[in-house]
């Protein structure tokens, strides 16, 4: 499917989203070491959503992992790029949890895809109020290749496309925060019709 066009020149956006339990970090990992097997020069970054978890890794969930830099946003990632790129030429750039970035990465992938650069994010696509993730919206667009993964519903055993946040054994209400760090919640993935819309 990726092929090279006929000026032989590389550079594009590949996005991987969808719910959680889709396996997107286990795809995101897959490809990324794909390019590194090929001995291309691979580099990798991951918001920093909590101090208490600046770790160098992405990990999945099966865990599987891939080294990477924790940076707290756009700005700091383009630091990190010119300095890596003073040591080595970057070839493919990864990025995870690009919903958490600020709005200012949506440019900057662009502009690294045009530079020649293969670019490879992964993000869901919506929160758990069923509204579009910053950044995956533009992606969605901009992007050349788009793979939407599905998860299973944990209700129904049925294809899961959205994810339902638990509190408290709950699905959680619409005013709860979407981002919050702090392990007493839970989500599952669920279809259509076991999702429950938050109040
Ligand atoms: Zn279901």
Redesign the pocket.
């Given at each position: 499917m990726l092929t090279k066009n006929l000026q032989n020149k590389l550079g594009w956006i590949e996005l991987i989203t969808g719910c959680m339990f889709a396996g997107k970090t286990e795809e995101f990992i897959k490809r990324l070491r794909r390019h590194s097997y090929a001995k291309r020069n691979v580099v990798a970054f991951k918001p920093i959503i909590d101090d208490r978890y600046s770790i160098d890794k992405i990990s999945s969930h099966s865990g599987s992992q891939f080294e990477s830099y924790p940076v707290k946003d756009s700005l700091q990632m383009v630091e990190k790029i010119k300095e890596l790129t003073k040591i080595k030429k970057i070839d493919v750039l990864g990025i995870d949890e690009i919903q958490f970035f600020d709005e200012g990465i949506v440019n900057l992938v662009q502009e690294y895809a045009d530079k020649g650069i293969i670019v490879i994010v992964n993000g869901l696509d919506k929160d758990f109020k069923c509204e579009p993730f910053k950044n995956v919206d533009k992606l969605l667009v901009q992007a050349e290749y788009v793979d939407k993964l599905s998860a299973i519903?944990?209700?129904?055993?049925?294809n899961?496309s959205r994810t339902q946040r638990i509190v408290n054994g709950k699905p959680a209400a619409a005013n709860e925060p979407v981002i919050l760090v702090s392990g007493e919640e839970q989500y599952e993935a669920?279809?259509?019709?076991?999702?429950i819309k938050p109040k």
């Open positions: 519903c944990h209700n129904c055993g049925s899961a669920r279809c259509r019709h076991c999702y």
